[in-house]
């Protein structure tokens, strides 16, 4: 397998660099101090991804996407992460699985999200089953030319500002009868019950949404009754592959520019130690990153590709957590200040 990358490759990501650099480094310390992002700057961020073309790279051209392989969506992705505050996720990427939703979805709801007019939120996680959707208990009850939905998700991230969510539950309360539908915002019995404080500042929340009696009209099924769960791993795979591409090293440029007592702390040999580790834990989460990215495009089937995009995320964020505590502390969060 060759992983070398071509010239396109590496000027796809020094524009992505470019981007992180001009239109997310500067609003940092906006969301650091107010934890949102005012008017102003959400629309100079959608104008920057526009311009530099990383609107929904992971849609077909023919739907306005950027059509990207998952190898080019995690060299973009790992330029992104390294803005602080969430602000990597700020280039929009709508759900993969609409692109398997009918021509009048599309056009009510992907195109749309592809052009950055609409927001999305993916609910699927419930604070009995965490990240296991076979373990969900959210149901609908069919009601004529209607479905009835109740039950309780959980950090149903954007759902507080979103225009429309996708619902993972079970039909009749069957997991064999998984299925996604579209829930439309402001709908009667959609309740936000709770918004849990994150460790961070961000331009987004993680709420919980409690659905009470929602009724949704049966168009708004994607995909079929039955095929919610093979849906919802496909957008598993694309977002653990880019949260494990938005893990990115800062720690050695750090060291390099931090003095003590006259000297580099990168010149002393107990920094040097970590600075060792850190390396050989970002190379080896870089290489599982792009060997997994490369067998996805190459066809890996359904199945595979979830459980390997699964066990890349829980080594690359472990990874990322290991660097950040064994990187020298500046004593307070680090922004890119300029």
């Not at 950055?116 to 296991?132: C, H, K, M, N, W």
């Not at 299925?179 to 439309?184: C, K, P, Q």
């Not at 309740?191 to 009724?215: C, F």
Request: hydrophobic content about 40%.
């Amino acid at each position: 397998m060759d992983f070398t990358f071509s010239p396109g490759h590496m000027a796809l990501q020094a524009r992505a660099r470019e981007f992180t650099e001009k239109h997310l480094f500067p609003i940092e310390q906006e969301v650091q101090d107010n934890d949102a992002l005012s008017p102003e700057s959400r629309k100079a961020i959608r104008d920057g991804v526009l311009n530099y073309g990383f609107n929904a790279v992971n849609h077909d051209r023919a739907d306005g996407g950027q059509g990207f392989s998952l190898v080019e969506q995690c060299l973009v992705f790992e330029e992104f992460g390294k803005a602080t505050n969430m602000l990597g996720l700020s280039p929009w990427m709508p759900a993969y699985c609409l692109r398997f939703g009918t021509q009048e979805q599309k056009e009510q709801y992907l195109r749309p999200a592809i052009r950055g007019e609409i927001r999305e939120a993916f609910l699927v996680t419930e604070p009995q089953s965490g990240s296991d959707a076979g373990g969900i208990l959210t149901s609908a009850v069919r009601d004529g030319d209607h479905y009835v939905f109740n039950g309780l998700k959980c950090f149903s991230s954007g759902s507080e500002s979103a225009d429309y969510m996708l619902l993972h539950c079970n039909v009749d309360g069957d997991p064999a009868k998984a299925t996604l539908f579209i829930l439309d915002k402001g709908m009667a019995g959609f309740e936000i019950v709770k918004r849990p404080k994150a460790m961070y500042n961000g331009p987004s929340q993680h709420p919980w949404v409690q659905l009470t009696d929602l009724r949704v009209h049966e168009s708004k099924i994607l995909g079929g009754i039955g095929q919610g769960f093979e849906l919802t791993k496909d957008w598993f795979v694309e977002q653990r592959a880019n949260i494990a591409a938005r893990c990115a090293e800062l720690a050695a440029t750090y060291a390099e520019e931090r003095k003590a007592f006259g000297r580099k702390i990168a010149e002393f040999q107990g920094i040097e130690w970590k600075l060792a580790e850190m390396a050989v834990d970002i190379m080896a989460a870089k290489a599982l990153l792009y060997r997994c990215a490369s067998e996805y495009d190459a066809g890996l089937d359904r199945k595979a590709a979830h459980a390997r995009m699964s066990a890349l995320k829980l080594f690359c964020t472990e990874m990322a957590w290991r660097t950040a505590d064994q990187a020298p502390d500046p004593g307070r969060p680090r922004l890119h200040d300029g």
